[in-house]
């Protein structure tokens, strides 16, 4: 049988892959798809710890359901800047974003 | 060993390689078609634990909607041919030496941390376990466990969101 742990160490991996990502990419969008690694590996240990722990409850599934959402929502407006980004500085990498630096 | 069991390692095996592999790779375009593979992946995890409408939201929401914006707004902006900047060698090995730790720290608490499993979870392969109806019955009721209230919400934020990426990237 599969335990619950299988499944968080798949998730554990995804998670510090969007991390490693995270720290080390330097254009937006990529940073971008490392976020959407991390939220998609939250998802998942919501439905697993609701499937493996609570098969009774419901909580855990309409949370990844929402989580779901409203990481649509969120890319959509993140890519929405990005597309501003470029449309003014004609590059959408970290080091030129510098109009707000002190 | 069982064939769920297979099916299971074969799937955790894939999503383990194209989320490191998103993260590695050189080209910006290569790196969102490894995610959508990752994305696939999760969706086989939903399907494999008896979540089918959770599996085919992550299929339609993330494989169908937000790679494909991905995608398009990586062809908008930088192009295919565009490759991610070099970062330097003590940047990537401070960033690789956290993850590591981080990696070691939630894997020896998971794998130490007594989990009470249900009674029955996994011994045979599981149907679909929450049906369509249900989901109906639970989003649109208000009683203790009903998700009315989120459910408006989210359909604000969408709305929001709508006009929210209308105004900020229109021309002016």
């Not at chain 1, 649509?72 to 510098?98: D, G």
């Not at chain 2, 959508?36 to 992946?41: E, Q, T």
């Not at chain 2, 990586?74 to 990696?103: F, R």
Request: charged share 10%.
């Amino acid at each position: 049988m599969i335990h619950v742990e299988y499944y968080l160490i798949v998730s554990a991996i995804m998670m510090f892959a969007g991390i490693y990502g995270f720290l080390t990419r330097r254009s937006t969008l990529a940073i971008l798809l490392s976020i959407e690694l991390m939220l998609n590996s939250t998802d998942l240990n919501f439905a697993v710890f609701n499937r493996m722990l609570f098969p009774e409850g419901h909580e855990g599934y309409f949370f990844a359901l929402f989580s779901i959402a409203i990481s649509a929502a969120e890319s959509a407006i993140a890519i929405a800047i990005m597309i501003n980004i470029y449309r003014n500085l004609r590059s959408i990498q970290v080091k030129h974003l510098e109009k707000l630096k002190w | 060993m069982n064939a769920e069991f297979i099916i299971f390692l074969v799937l955790a095996l894939f999503v383990a390689v194209f989320s490191v592999m998103t993260v590695t790779t050189k080209s910006i375009i290569r790196a969102a078609t490894y995610l959508l593979f990752v994305l696939f992946g999760t969706a086989g995890f939903y399907f494999l634990m008896g979540y089918t409408f959770l599996g085919s939201v992550q299929v339609m929401v993330y494989a169908g909607g937000i790679v494909v914006l991905y995608v398009f707004s990586i062809l908008l902006t930088s192009g295919a041919k565009d490759t991610l900047s070099k970062v330097s060698k003590g940047k990537i090995a401070a960033s690789l030496i956290s993850t590591l730790v981080g990696l070691a720290v939630v894997l020896f608490i998971v794998l130490t941390h007594q989990f009470k499993t249900a009674i029955g979870v996994g011994d045979e392969p599981c149907e679909n376990l929450i049906t369509i109806d249900t989901i109906g019955q639970f989003m649109l009721s208000t009683d203790k466990a009903g998700y009315l209230l989120p459910f408006e919400a989210v359909s604000v934020l969408l709305l929001a969101c709508i006009i929210g990426g209308l105004v900020i990237a229109r021309k002016r």
